[in-house]
């Protein structure tokens, strides 16, 4: 019998209180989820104030045998002219440990997997590892099913992969999580899982979705169902949920307290929560982006629809605000900017109403 997986808690969505996040919170949920016997904590280089917000939540006050600790190495900062050691020590310093228990090469994917080798950085983690300052050694990936089962040919020596599952990204073509988790499993490597509840996406389907297991007469949440398929695959080691409150610390960690798989008839319910959420029309964008050169209002319209159909799927949500967000921070206009002049509609191949759309996505975004 699989030993049952374990509950990790995701350090990028931490609750925040005037923009700063609200390291007394976090340390109230640190203490709840040490004390119900749980150490798996997950940071990252690029959580902005997250490695930071852990050393003063859980370092400072918690002795260290008594938590784990995962951290990650992004490409980015070697392209940007730092080395794999000048990140690793800084993440140290600011975490303020000695070693890392668990460190991953953050979000390998064919962009970034070039990177990771220009810089030596896999030399670089092995030697880590020798020293004694990596306990276990694995990666994060994004890429493509090809690409993963190159790397773990390349590079034997990785303990675990850290994948995006759930259980509507199971059959998504884009996502490719079955296929991926396939390939972790073939070379005999343990999963340890990320977005399983989809950035809390999940937790907030639509109600003709949620009907599906209420009619199990479990009480369970949508959430823990979503915990629970993740978890009664085979080889998962670690399910990391990006949790921001104390309730969702406390259904969680009870959730994985004396964790069940899902019986025959949850699974059946799951699968038709699947089905009823992807018969959902959505609009058929292929991001060709024939659309974006002539927008004089320079709106990354795919960006747009993507968010639209995510709102379509699973009705509106943070998830979709926050995504609306990045799209903004990264150089796009306004939904509310679109002047309705006409030019995307006029050259996309699938004769979208794009302006009529953007006018739609807009009254739930920019409110």
Known sequence: MQDSPRLGFGLMRLPRVNGQIDTDTVAKMADLFLERGFTYFDTAYVYEGSEAAFKKAVVDRIPRDRYTIADKLPAWGLSNGKSPEDIFNE?????????????????????????FDKYDAW???????????????????????????????????????????????????????????????????????????????LALIRQEAKDKLAALGEGGTVASYALRWVGSHEGIKT???????????????????????????????????????????????TACRYCCEGCPMHINIPGMMKIYNALLIYGDHPGAHFMYGREQEDGSGK??????????????????KIPEILEKASAFLDK
């Open 123 to 201: 030399s670089f983690v092995n030697r880590m590892v020798a020293e004694g300052k990596i306990k276990h050694l694995g990666f994060s990936c994004h890429g493509k099913p090809p690409l993963l089962d190159k790397v773990l040919t390349e590079h034997p020596e990785v303990e675990f992969v850290q994948l995006q599952i759930n259980f509507m990204d199971w059959t998504d073509e884009n996502v490719r999580a079955n296929e991926m988790y396939e390939i972790v499993r073939k070379h005999g490597k343990s999963v340890t899982v990320m977005e399983p509840i989809k950035g809390g996406t």
């Open 335 to 352: 939904l509310c900017d679109c002047i309705k002049c006409g030019q995307c509609e006029s050259v996309c191949p699938q004769h979208i």
């Open 91 to 115: 993440s140290l310093r600011r975490v303020g440990v000695d070693y890392f228990d668990y460190y991953l090469m953050h979000n390998v994917n064919e962009d970034s997997a070039p990177v």
């Open 239 to 285: 399910i990391l949920s990006g949790m921001n409150s104390i309730e969702q610390m406390d259904e969680n960690t009870k959730t994985f307290t004396d964790f069940k798989p899902l019986n025959e008839a949850e699974q059946k319910a799951m699968d038709e929560c699947r089905e009823e959420l992807l018969a959902v029309p959505t609009v058929p964008c």
